[in-house]
């Protein structure tokens, strides 16, 4: 079966990658613009926070019947922390240290053992 002309195993993850560049701008995106008051801040950032749920849902809806709960959230996770750290050097301009890249690799380690199955 096919979604969006994608392998039903792709359309969560790609909705996943859109959600996530969403919810990181909704997330730390005003970190840019700290003069701004923090009330336009909150509801500029639900505003953004919208599509990333417009996104999310049905990224989750959608992938259900191919990954299993757990799975979908590590998938989720490993995103999050790529797009993260694309935004932090690319748009915040703060490097990544190499506790960073230990960090983020146990946390990769840790997604190989939810996809890999019993033990």
């Known amino acids: ?12 993850i790609v909705l996943l990658v859109a959600s996530n560049v969403f919810m990181t701008f909704a997330w730390y995106g005003h970190l840019k613009y700290k003069a701004a008051p923090l009330w336009i801040v909150i ?3 639900w505003g953004i926070a919208f599509f990333e749920y417009c ?8 992938g259900h019947g191919t ?5 979908l959230k590590t998938i989720q996770e490993v995103i999050t922390l790529t797009v993260f750290a694309g935004f932090s050097v ?7 240290t190499v506790n960073h890249f230990v960090g983020f690799a146990l946390i990769v380690a840790g997604a190989y053992f939810i996809f890999r199955g019993p033990l």
């Open 67 to 71: 990954y299993t709960t757990a799975e």
């Open 55 to 62: 996104l999310a849902v049905p990224a989750n809806r959608f």
């Open 43 to 45: 509801l500029a950032s």
């Open 90 to 96: 690319l748009v915040l301009h703060e490097p990544l």
């Open 1 to 12: 079966m096919q979604s969006f002309g994608l392998p039903t195993n792709l359309v969560p």
